[in-house]
């Protein structure tokens, strides 16, 4: 009899055949700027924490705190039983934080571009995404029935051109959603979103932007792109996001009007038929909210680091593309060179995993660091000393 599971053993040898499975590290206790990854003590150069904040004293008191108030778990999903005062607060906050009507909590950011971008287009609706969008936000277009249409990467004049094409569509579509990453995780650039907004304006189209890599980041005191551009809710239509990045915590948000959250919250299943968050990741959520709006030295020192490993990197001699944001790419070319650099600089105590096609272009591997407010000076001049002997070594500058 044939094993109708023999493709599981097959497909994973092709992928690492071909280098392309996923080797997975170990990292012993908390993700802070010094920590051991299997066994070896090293620099994180890699992490989403950007702020530091998965290891603030205040976010990890709030977690115990209620832990002993409120248990370990919600006991249901929010629509049955499980919908606690601890929720509650926490979106009263965001949304006072984001300057929005209202905000909804779900559990991932993966979850709420899967639940929500399928209930705001179907059939008869044209979606039309940037090329580099994340694949959450791919995985929620093809949920929908929508028709899709993609745009060049932040290209607004070829959004321009997409729009027209669909204006000249017969039947004319019902409604238009253009979705956007806000910054870019893999180049570290900032989507064009007050163009892409005037643009979506002039067609009647709703925006929606991801700005998971924006928010506790960019805007007045990390508030996000919507801040950073100055744009309203009326242009912006949904703000999503997520508390797994510079919050330091998990779950996924949106942030709109009153209309966008009563609709978002009975439509979409992700929401509806998923356990809610625990007590402890809600009130942390909370206090990272709290962090954000009495402690701006956060914000502030991580985009001062920013500058001076960039100007370092920069002077060094290499490229590091187009970023606008704390994610630098250090871009290598080869996809074999780009391994060992980043085997080389784990050997000199920095940890930063090299990104490769099919993540990248072939020709465009990199390594992809993220900045980490938490770094003391020392630590970013011990990172900077070993990307340039690496960098020499390897013959990458
Ligand atoms: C990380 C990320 C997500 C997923 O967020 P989670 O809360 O970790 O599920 C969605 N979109 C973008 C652009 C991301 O970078």
Not at 88 to 104: C, G, I, P, W, Y
Not at 378 to 384: K, Q
Request: aromatic fraction near 6%.
């Amino acid at each position: 009899m044939r094993d109708p599971t023999a493709f599981l053993g097959q497909e994973y040898a092709d992928l690492v055949t071909n280098a392309t499975d996923w080797k997975l590290r170990v990292l012993r206790g908390a993700s802070t700027p010094w920590c051991e990854i299997d066994g070896k003590k090293v620099l994180m150069f890699c992490s989403n924490n950007y702020l530091g904040l998965s290891n603030h004293p205040k976010l990890k008191e709030a977690a115990i705190e209620a832990v002993r108030t409120h248990g370990v778990g919600s006991g249901s999903v929010r629509p049955i039983a499980g919908n606690m005062d601890l929720h509650v607060e926490l979106e009263r906050r965001l949304a006072r934080f984001k300057r929005a009507d209202a905000s909804l909590v779900y559990q991932s950011g993966f979850a709420t571009n899967a639940g929500l971008i399928p209930q705001l287009v179907g059939e008869g609706d044209l979606v039309i995404s940037d090329e580099l969008n994340h694949g959450s936000i791919i995985d929620g277009v093809r949920l929908s029935r929508a028709d899709r249409a993609v745009y060049k990467h932040a290209d607004p004049s070829d959004l321009e051109r997409v729009l027209g094409t669909a204006e000249e569509h017969s039947p004319t579509y019902r409604r238009i959603l253009i979705v956007t990453d806000g910054v870019f995780s893999m180049d570290g650039d900032i989507a064009p979103l007050d163009r892409i907004a005037a643009l979506g304006a002039r067609h009647g189209a709703m925006v929606y932007v991801d700005d998971a890599h924006g928010e506790g980041v960019l805007g007045e005191g990390g508030r996000g792109i919507v801040s950073h551009f100055g744009l309203s809710r009326s242009e912006v239509h949904v703000e999503m996001g997520t508390f797994s990045k510079a919050f330091g915590v998990v779950g996924g948000h949106i942030s709109g009007t009153k209309e966008l959250v009563d609709f978002a919250y009975n439509k979409s299943r992700t929401w509806l038929l998923s356990g809610s968050h625990p007590p402890p990741v809600a009130a942390a959520c909370l206090a990272a909210i709290d962090v954000l709006e009495s402690e701006g030295e956060h914000v502030r020192r991580l985009w001062e680091l920013t500058r001076r490993f960039k100007k370092a990197m920069q002077s060094a001699g290499f490229d590091i593309g187009q970023s606008a944001t704390p994610i630098t790419p250090i871009i290598v070319g080869d996809t074999h060179r780009a391994k060992a650099l980043s085997e080389r600089l784990f050997e000199l105590g920095v940890f930063a995993l090299p990104i490769v096609y099919p993540m990248v272009a072939k020709d465009r591997a990199r390594l992809r660091t993220i900045m980490n407010a938490a770094l003391t000076d020392d630590d970013l001049a011990f990172a900077i000393r070993a990307f340039e002997t690496a960098g020499r070594e390897l013959q990458v500058v």
